[in-house]
């Protein structure tokens, strides 16, 4: 049975950080296609950044690139977002989400597992 919970959502100043950890059991993140979406609300969920499975490659939506990076963790079989520079307009729930495909997929539908959410606020 795969699980995915993420944790390290909270209340930050704009301009602050933050680093989301997605902990995997069930499933090897490294054969896995990890990414990471958000949802506001009263909008749909919509893709952040994506770590490729069995590469370094990771690719993010222009509204992050340049503040957020995807890392991983093998042995301890994690997933991170750290979130830089953060905006009010980055208030949202996040979730991690895995698939077994390589090819970059936004649309949450490609993906087959997900987590529960964390919630991140943003202050202005």
């Known amino acids: 049975q795969v699980q995915l919970v993420e944790s390290g959502g909270g209340l930050v100043q704009a301009g602050g950080s933050l680093r989301l950890s997605c902990a995997a059991s069930?499933?090897?993140?490294?054969?896995?296609?990890m990414g990471w979406f958000r949802q506001a609300p009263g909008k749909e969920r919509e893709f952040v950044g994506a770590?490729?499975?069995?590469?370094?490659?990771?690719y993010y939506a222009d509204s992050v690139k340049g503040r957020f990076t995807i890392s991983r963790d093998n042995a301890l079989n994690t997933v991170y977002l750290q979130m830089n520079r953060l905006k009010p307009e980055d208030t949202a729930v996040y979730y991690c989400a895995g698939r077994t495909g390589s090819s970059l997929q936004t649309k949450p539908n490609e993906y087959d597992y997900w987590g529960q959410g964390t919630q991140v606020t943003v202050s202005s």
């Open positions: 770590a490729i499975r069995w590469s370094a490659t990771s």
């Open positions: 069930g499933l090897t993140i490294s054969s896995n296609t």
